[in-house]
Nanobody, 123 residues
Framework: QVHLVESGGGLVQPGGSLRLSCEAS????????MGWYRQAPEKQRELVAA???????NYADSVKGRFTISRDNAKNLVYLQMNSLKPEDTAVYYC?????????????????WGQGTQVTVSS
């Protein structure tokens, strides 16, 4: 089983910055991708940014140039640096990771989610 724990959310004024962190732990053999999603009230969950292992990062058009995703592969960490925040960025932000887990000598794929962290952008 693979667990994700996010931190770093909070209340910030428009134009401000926040940095989200997420740590994956458990029976991880390898991680293929880590990313961030968000869900605003009465809206569907949407991809914010993703960082595939060995691949190029990709971002939602609405956050390009303002948000940056990065990873610390040695520690199974992923970060989301959010700058120039806007009220429309207000949402619950979820960390996601996919890869292969190892348990008792067997391997199986996993796709895990964090519990979510609230980001509120308001004056």
């Amino acid at each position: 089983q693979v667990h994700l724990v996010e931190s770093g959310g909070g209340l910030v004024q428009p134009g401000g910055s926040l940095r989200l962190s997420c740590e994956a732990s458990g029976n991880i053999f390898s991680i293929n991708v880590m990313g961030w999603y968000r869900q605003a009230p009465e809206k569907q969950r949407e991809l914010v940014a993703a960082s595939p292992s060995g691949g190029s990062t990709n971002y939602a058009d609405s956050v390009k140039g303002r948000f940056t995703i990065s990873r610390d592969n040695a520690k199974n960490l992923v970060y989301l640096q959010m700058n120039s925040l806007k009220p429309e960025d207000t949402a619950v932000y979820y960390c996601n990771a996919g890869g292969t887990a190892r348990s008792g000598g067997t391997y199986h794929p996993f796709n895990s989610w964090g519990q979510g962290t609230q980001v509120t952008v308001s004056s």
